[in-house]
């Protein structure tokens, strides 16, 4: 089993920053790759950003101004997001994909972070 613990949304300006912060426990050797998604009001969950085995990747919407990073000894992966703007105010969620004990790949999220982009 894998936990997943997100913190650091909140209330921040347009064109302000806000980094936020994935804390994962339990079997991390099972953890394939990471990501982080969205989820608008009412709508499906979009990935953002995710950083699989061979290097990260983004969401057209966000390259250049978010920044996914992963760091194995704190346990932790990070989204730094700069120049936010009021229609990525959303819930944000981090979701790891897992090797269960078959060898399949399964995933498990965390109860998500608010963000909330407003003058």
């Known amino acids: 089993q894998v936990q997943l613990v997100e913190s650091g949304g909140g209330l921040v300006h347009p064109g302000g920053s806000l980094r936020l912060t994935c804390a994962f426990s339990?079997?991390?050797?099972?953890?394939?790759?990471m990501a982080w998604y969205r989820q608008y009001q009412q709508k499906q969950r979009e990935v953002v950003a995710a950083i699989p085995t061979e290097g990260a990747r983004y969401a057209d919407s966000v390259k250049g101004r978010f920044t996914i990073s992963r760091d194995n000894a704190k346990c932790a992966m990070y989204l730094q997001m700069n120049s936010l703007r009021p229609e990525e105010a959303a819930v944000y969620y981090c979701?790891?994909?897992?090797?269960?004990?078959?060898?399949?790949?399964?995933?498990?999220w965390g109860q998500g972070t608010q963000v909330t982009v407003s003058s």
């Open positions: 339990g079997n991390i050797r099972s953890i394939y790759s």
């Open positions: 979701r790891a994909e897992i090797w269960d004990s078959r060898g399949h790949l399964d995933h498990t």
